[in-house]
């Protein structure tokens, strides 16, 4: 049992990361912003975190109390920094409304378990006295998921994990794990590699995201076509309900009636609280190779993919930009507008890790079946450069927004034989709903199955007046529009609040109502994180 | 659109398989069961079809005409060899009961509906009139999956899915193809070949078992190492339920909430009867190349599995004997106590099937880790002979009970640090529950995962006055030991009703709450298998 030896960074209120961290758009992204969308750079820097309108903490006396009985006293904050750092996600509406001033959605009070047993406790504290609980990792959701429904409720509290932060337990011959759900990543990576373990879970959230949050959200990440993604990672865990643990993960896979852990990964907090997950773990890797491979168009980029999701080898990483994506060189985020690697085209990272000798026998046989699908090798150089500049998207959304350029993402995932049309309808639908502020559309795939693969876009364009309603309205065409052509509506971000509208084309009507018996079993009181996930 | 050109054939009511096919025992095998057990063969045969004591059709006049309605004249069978051959599955009580002429669960008729539509229509039928509904595919449950609760009910019918047989749709560019419930293995593949392409999937029921049931159950075949396990293949289903259906698998893989898929798939009839499912599909391999590994233990032979399972590259079949196993050949079904292919210790067998470089890079690859692991390669006799003998098991079975002897299998899963003390109190549970008729006891790996495998126990001895009571015995003293060692009370073969006492142990008793919601919800009426997988 270990825990960090340093404390989790905290993100700046109103964006991604530390200030240290942050840096300015260089003069090639200035460039690209006035002479391709017509942004003509403006202070739209946010305001004072003093300047930030708060509501004022509408915790009923008698819960403040028996939650500080609960958790101990310093572990309720009612600080305006603790709440407005507990507001709502990093989307960019987030963002944009935080920025603004706006934090309607804080929560009363961040309240700050130290063990499953606390956690227990204050979901029962919670039932008893009506409070909404709003289940906190890292947060780091893009998709509203931290915003419960206040109607109904004396109150609504942000529960945050950070102080669940061991590596409880390591089965070296079984190459599994057992960690704390508000273990950050860098932290989770930490303590494995003392066991010379990793975990191999790097989403763009990374720094900040939190095993917890992973798991609750089916997380996906940019290695996940070699590490699996976390919900295949996962083969035990518990969750705290107001009634009790529910404890899952006898063995890797049984036959015992449906695989229940499956029900709880993807839950988003309306079910329990994650106390522990136990996770499949692999050795360090001896080695690391990135490369980057160039091919004429996406289509054939696609044609590559798919045959190496197909037949195999798959790359721990396999990720290919479109013609625009690939053109602004965002694969490499530090240094957008830069020289770019390929002229034209498109830009396939390959990234092997692992033995030495399974490095070198899969890079090989993966590097034939990219040059058989029309590929040219690139080199090394773009792959390390992708790999440099891998975490760097939000900070760049950061400096975005604060000259008035709109800069957003959205997902989705397809079969291989829908994928083209899926790609389409997203384009069509984003241009065609940010008419008046002509958008740059970029994509990449960043996921492939054998049977499929996602696609993710990045939107940037110039700040309407109202760039949330602006924003707001480009998401819901292209929802519309994904989901018509036979996209899911989302394949790594979450349901959240966001994508409710959506939930029941995805999953049925019968789904949803499926989701409202569960949630009824494990929380009759309704107070874990009310109108997140289930519309 | 198509269906199988050959009508799938019958089993016998009594037994495994066709007459044509089953063998009676060598005399290698009789002198091991007389050497080894104790077992002076007697005449054991089941008594005549005729003879069996069938009780009355109990279903409601009412209840007939509606069903008859709902399928059509022909297709509501009462007749008693049609009841008799749907009563109960394939384990061996299940045998030992029938041959012996008792047919007390035998449902009060057969019914076959065309296609989806019929089969919600039959379920509204039911609710109606209070008629409990088995879904029936192969019939090959081992585990009491077709036993249906009588009590409450005004009767009980078998839902014979035979009918629903159509390879409904391929796309060949994502590699999914979507069958009907009621296709067996050897129909499925037959269509699937026509398009150049196969399932992969291969237990030892493959002759007889369903797509369907595979689903319902959660199968896991012999090649499952390297073609995965059946509910990995599951990308998309439709469920009818007495209010309808529910259609789920937007995209390979998803984050829009739990994966509900999963929810389905091991609900063996309980929540709705799968009317389609979307499996991806692979192209028909260039090349199968099997050989065998020899391996001084079976501790040993672990540790190579485990490495291959943990560092790759994973074989398509993977299967290792234990020592006594390995002395009788069991591995070699249709050959056992034949010139064993290993003197002493334990044999690997080792299978790759794919495109000719695949498995050539793959052969040499695994080749090196299990020569690193201690192991001596055998050739390719061993590899061939497994696979002649590798559907085999159940005909063996079927004339070792003609004979007087009892054979049964049982299967566990477990993480690989708990694996040894799972092994060890099995065989001890057994051994000493069958202490008056000291049996023979093999085991085999048949299943690898990163964090664990199964195990599968094979136990012959004597038949005792009553052998029903005797394996009940047996059985139970083995689950409760497995489950206190750590292991799974089910890796493949589902929990149906002779696991169901075990289930909280696997689940928790929230578990088995959360899984009465959901039934409540899709099944208010509670006429879906009533009594199986839920206690």
Redesign the interface.
């Known amino acids: 049992m270990s825990r960090p030896t340093a404390p989790a960074p905290t993100s700046r209120w109103f964006g991604w990361g530390s200030d240290d961290a942050a840096t300015p758009l260089s003069p090639e992204v200035l460039g690209l912003l006035e002479a391709g969308l017509g942004i003509r750079p403006r202070d739209a820097r946010p305001v004072a975190l003093t300047d930030v309108r708060l509501p004022g903490c509408r915790l009923p006396q008698d819960a403040r109390e028996a939650l500080t009985a609960a958790v101990g006293a310093g572990h309720v904050l009612e600080d305006d920094r603790s709440r407005i750092l507990h507001t709502r996600g990093k989307s960019t509406p987030d963002l944009l409304r935080l920025r603004g001033g706006e934090a309607d959605d804080a929560p009363d009070a961040v309240v700050l378990p130290a063990d499953e047993d606390e956690v227990v406790a204050v979901l029962r504290v919670c039932v008893a006295h009506r409070v909404a609980v709003v289940p906190y990792g890292g947060g780091t959701s893009v998709v509203g998921g931290l915003v419960a429904r206040r109607d109904g409720f004396a109150g609504v509290i942000a529960l945050d994990l950070s102080r669940l932060n061991r590596l409880l337990a390591v089965?070296e011959?079984?190459?599994?794990a057992t960690l704390e759900p508000g273990l950050r990543t860098p932290q989770a990576e930490e303590l494995l590699a003392a066991h010379g373990l990793q975990l191999g879970h790097q989403p763009q959230s990374y720094e900040y995201a939190t095993i917890g949050g992973y798991a609750a959200?089916?997380?996906?990440g940019q290695a996940s076509a070699g590490y699996g993604?976390f919900?295949e990672l996962v083969?035990g865990l518990r969750l705290a309900?107001p009634?009790?643990v529910?404890?899952?993960g006898?063995?890797?896979?049984?036959?015992?009636?449906?695989?229940?852990r499956?029900?709880?990964?993807?839950?988003?907090g309306a079910f329990g609280i994650l106390t522990s997950v136990t996770l499949?773990v692999r050795r360090l890797p001896e080695v690391r190779s990135y490369e980057g491979w160039h091919f004429a168009s996406f289509d054939k980029g696609c044609a590559a993919l798919?045959r190496l999701a197909?037949?195999?080898p798959l790359p721990t990483v396999l990720r290919l930009s479109d013609e625009a994506e690939t053109a602004v060189g965002l694969a490499r985020a530090h240094d957008v507008g830069g020289p770019a690697a390929a002229a034209g085209g498109c830009l396939v990272v390959v990234g092997h890790e692992?033995?030495a000798v399974?490095v070198e026998?899969n890079r090989v046989?993966a590097a034939e079946v990219l040059t058989a699908s029309s590929g040219r090798p690139l080199g090394a150089e773009p792959g390390k450069d992708w790999v440099r500049g891998r975490y760097a998207g939000p900070y760049l959304r950061d400096a975005l927004l604060d000259v008035g350029a709109l800069a957003e993402t959205l997902e989705?995932?397809?079969?291989?034989?829908?994928l083209p049309q899926v790609y389409d309808a997203v384009r069509a639908a984003l241009t065609s709903s940010l008419e008046a502020t002509p958008p740059l559309v970029l994509c990449h795939v960043s996921?492939v199955?054998?049977?499929?693969?996602s696609l993710y876009f990045t939107v940037v364009c110039a700040q309407a007046d109202d760039p949330v309603a602006q924003w707001r309205e480009a998401k819901r065409g292209a929802s519309d529009a994904l989901i018509a052509a036979?996209?899911?509506?989302?394949?790594?971000?979450?349901?959240g609040t966001d994508?409710r509208a959506?939930?029941a084309?995805?999953?049925?009507e019968?789904?949803v109502?499926?989701?409202r018996?569960?949630k009824?079993?494990?929380d009759p009181g309704g107070v874990l994180n009310p109108g997140v996930?289930?519309p």
Do not use: C, M, N
């Open positions: 089965d011959v079984s190459l599994t959200t089916r997380s996906s993604r919900d083969v309900t009634e009790g529910w404890e899952l006898r063995a890797p896979a049984t036959a015992a009636g449906p695989d229940l499956k029900l709880v990964l993807g839950s988003e499949r798919r197909q037949e195999g692992g033995s399974a026998r046989a989705t995932a397809a079969f291989w034989s829908a996921h199955y054998p049977t499929g693969a036979g996209g899911s509506i989302t394949h790594h971000h979450a349901i994508h959506w939930l084309d995805e999953v049925g019968r789904g109502e499926v989701l018996a569960v009824a079993r494990l996930l289930i």
